[in-house]
């Protein structure tokens, strides 16, 4: 039996903060999809307060689980291996691995791990996919995260190579409340 990481289902969400510079602003993340043998899952961002012009902006995400299929070096968005080991290293559970330039580059086997490494790559703006910029926000970079599969819990950091470096993303499971109804007849 192979146990899944804290949060990692479908219609999981999380609720917390990024930090940018001295501004904070409201974050939720919903998950649609995870399927953990393809080393994805997908779903929307929605971050409240970062413009005037759009106060709860809505994103499409999809994420690379660093593991079979992906490893800690990114190769594409603009990061080359410079600014993946300086964002990875931003995770004190990354120092296991940083040391070691083939672990790096190989697979990762998260389920003898206390954390599971993702990249978050937002892809389009919801429900308006055509809008692909907006004065104010950004989401043509990526997030480098780190979830706690014991607790839910996640921390991230945005890389853009024109943003701000080392936005900071603290995130928080939020337990489903079920609310079930029975009536006997």
């Known amino acids: 039996c192979i146990n899944t990481p804290k949060g990692l289902y479908p219609g999981s969400r999380f609720k917390g903060t ?10 939720e993340v919903e998950l649609q999809d995870v399927d953990l043998e393809r080393s994805f899952l997908c779903g929307y961002l929605r971050i409240s307060g970062l413009t005037e012009e759009y106060p709860v902006l809505t994103t499409y995400f999809e994420a690379e689980i660093v593991g ?24 004190p559970s990354f120092r296991e ?8 580059r190989g697979p990762l086997d998260y389920h003898n791990s206390n954390n599971v490494f993702m990249r978050w ?12 910029a ?9 997030y480098y ?32 409340h079920g609310s079930g109804t029975w009536e006997f007849q």
């Open 145 to 176: 995260i780190c979830l706690d599969s014991r607790t839910g819990s996640i921390l991230g950091f945005y890389y853009h190579q024109s943003s701000e470096m080392f936005q900071s993303l603290h995130m928080a499971h939020v337990a489903a």
């Open 121 to 132: 790559k937002e892809h389009f703006l919801v429900p308006d996919h055509r809008i692909t």
């Open 68 to 91: 079979k299929q992906h490893s800690f070096i990114t190769g594409k968005w603009d990061a080359d291996e410079k600014t993946d080991k300086d964002h990875w290293s931003k995770f």
């Open 97 to 104: 691995y940083s040391s070691d330039m083939r672990l790096l």
């Open 134 to 142: 907006i004065q104010g926000a950004s989401f043509a970079g990526f």
């Open 18 to 27: 990024q930090r940018s510079g001295r501004s904070s602003y409201e974050v």
